[in-house]
């Protein structure tokens, strides 16, 4: 039996891997490479984690993700694309800001789905300001490091303000309500019930503002469904099986395919409920999905990939030579127009699109 676990924090990761009788000190060697494989598509947990679940069946392993609160998923069929990307309804209130050039964007988001969404906002002109914990965002720290801050962070938050929130502080989450009067746009991918849990859904922010949430499993009905992370709806889609070749087995792409879909997805909706707020002087509400984001690629493909797909090509066949070494890419003349670096010194991608 082939499954995905997905545990967000490092206590359900521990008591999911010591429900199984593993060895404290894998548990531990294993915990970040786990957590960083979604910026750093690759996974190599310690060995003794593999053989603890080889040494179970997968209904002791569901009982101890049950028990622990980690999130398991066997590997199922492809579905039928079931999610439209995005959906838009109106909100109370009338919009004040309709006719403002300058978008101003609060973003709630964690790992890639919502940054990039807003990121893209960025891209566009808006003003982004993030929403961190107290003491900011741990994945700043995330190496390789550009300077003092994750290079890897800095590709999805570059040009972003930042104001620090506890979000189980009732005084820090009004701040944030204030905080949204002179916003156009809040943007978040919480887990499902926390918006509401912590007024701040739809209903609980100014009148007129772009409520924008991207999320798991919007758009759509599947049963048992498990955490809406990316490795999670490949494996509960059946996407995990069509981004294989028929001769190896199922299994996500660590490549984050969703996520990545997701955010683009997540930024359009984001654009059409600016655009009907302008049209009707109404605040809106849109919801995109990783859901969605994996209906697009189902509805997209033709099956599984055939054998010998992810063979290396040999040396007959011929190739354009880019750089050997990533550190050369930035001063390569051939990529001028769409590589340079930041104002820390950061290789960073140039805007996509121009404005005149």
């Given at each position: 039996?082939?499954?995905?676990?997905?545990?967000?924090?490092?206590?359900?990761?521990?008591?999911?891997?010591?429900?199984?009788?593993t060895d404290g000190a894998a548990v531990r060697g294993g915990w970040k490479?786990?957590?960083?494989?979604?910026?750093?598509?690759?996974?190599?947990?310690?060995?003794?984690?593999?053989?603890?679940?080889?040494?179970?069946?997968?209904?002791?392993?569901?009982?101890?993700?049950?028990?622990?609160?980690?999130?398991?998923?066997?590997?199922?069929?492809?579905?039928?694309?079931?999610?439209?990307?995005?959906?838009?309804?109106?909100?109370?209130?009338?919009?004040?800001?309709?006719?403002?050039?300058?978008?101003?964007?609060?973003?709630?988001?964690?790992?890639?789905?919502?940054?990039?969404?807003?990121?893209?906002?960025?891209?566009?002109?808006?003003?982004?300001?993030?929403?961190?914990?107290?003491?900011?965002?741990?994945?700043?720290?995330?190496?390789?490091?550009?300077?003092?801050?994750?290079?890897?962070?800095?590709?999805l938050n570059r040009g972003k303000g930042a104001v620090e929130i506890d979000?189980?502080?009732?005084?820090?989450?009004?701040?944030?309500?204030?905080?949204?009067?002179?916003?156009?746009?809040?943007?978040?991918?919480?887990?499902?019930?926390?918006?509401?849990?912590?007024?701040?859904?739809?209903?609980?922010?100014?009148?007129?503002?772009?409520?924008?949430?991207?999320?798991?499993?919007?758009?759509?009905?599947?049963?048992?469904?498990?955490?809406?992370t990316d490795f999670m709806v490949q494996a509960r889609t059946g996407l995990?099986?069509?981004?294989?070749?028929?001769?190896?087995?199922?299994?996500?792409?660590?490549?984050?395919?969703?996520?990545?879909?997701?955010?683009?997805?997540?930024?359009?909706?984001?654009?059409?409920?600016?655009?009907?707020?302008?049209?009707?002087?109404?605040?809106?509400?849109?919801?995109?999905?990783?859901?969605?984001?994996?209906?697009?690629?189902?509805?997209?493909?033709?099956?599984?990939?055939?054998?010998?797909?992810?063979?290396?090509?040999?040396?007959?066949?011929?190739?354009?030579?880019?750089?050997?070494?990533?550190?050369?890419?930035?001063?390569?003349?051939?990529?001028?127009?769409?590589?340079?670096?930041?104002?820390?010194?950061?290789?960073?991608?140039?805007?996509?699109?121009?404005?005149?």
């Amino acid at each position: 039996m082939r499954f995905e676990v997905e545990a967000l924090v490092p206590e359900v990761w521990a008591a999911f891997w010591n429900g199984l009788g593993t060895d404290g000190a894998a548990v531990r060697g294993g915990w970040k490479p786990y957590q960083f494989r979604y910026a750093t598509a690759t996974a190599p947990i310690p060995e003794a984690l593999h053989t603890a679940t080889r040494a179970a069946t997968f209904r002791y392993i569901t009982e101890v993700a049950a028990v622990s609160g980690a999130s398991v998923c066997a590997l199922h069929a492809p579905v039928e694309p079931i999610a439209t990307p995005w959906r838009i309804r109106p909100t109370a209130g009338p919009a004040t800001r309709t006719n403002g050039t300058d978008l101003v964007v609060f973003e709630a988001g964690r790992r890639i789905q919502a940054p990039l969404a807003a990121h893209l906002l960025g891209l566009l002109g808006a003003t982004v300001i993030r929403v961190e914990p107290p003491g900011g965002d741990p994945l700043r720290g995330m190496p390789p490091m550009c300077q003092d801050t994750s290079a890897r962070w800095l590709a999805l938050n570059r040009g972003k303000g930042a104001v620090e929130i506890d979000l189980k502080d009732p005084a820090d989450r009004q701040r944030l309500r204030d905080r949204l009067a002179d916003a156009d746009v809040f943007l978040h991918n919480w887990a499902p019930g926390n918006a509401e849990r912590w007024r701040l859904a739809a209903p609980d922010l100014p009148d007129g503002i772009v409520y924008a949430y991207t999320s798991g499993w919007g758009g759509g009905e599947l049963p048992d469904v498990p955490l809406g992370t990316d490795f999670m709806v490949q494996a509960r889609t059946g996407l995990a099986e069509l981004v294989r070749p028929s001769d190896e087995d199922p299994a996500p792409s660590l490549m984050t395919l969703v996520d990545v879909l997701g955010g683009l997805i997540g930024a359009e909706a984001v654009l059409a409920g600016v655009l009907t707020r302008r049209l009707t002087g109404r605040g809106v509400a849109v919801e995109s999905s990783l859901l969605g984001a994996a209906s697009a690629l189902l509805a997209g493909t033709n099956g599984r990939p055939a054998p010998g797909f992810r063979v290396p090509v040999d040396g007959r066949v011929e190739g354009v030579d880019v750089v050997t070494d990533l550190a050369a890419l930035p001063g390569d003349p051939r990529f001028a127009a769409v590589v340079g670096r930041d104002d820390r010194g950061c290789p960073a991608l140039v805007s996509p699109w121009r404005f005149q």
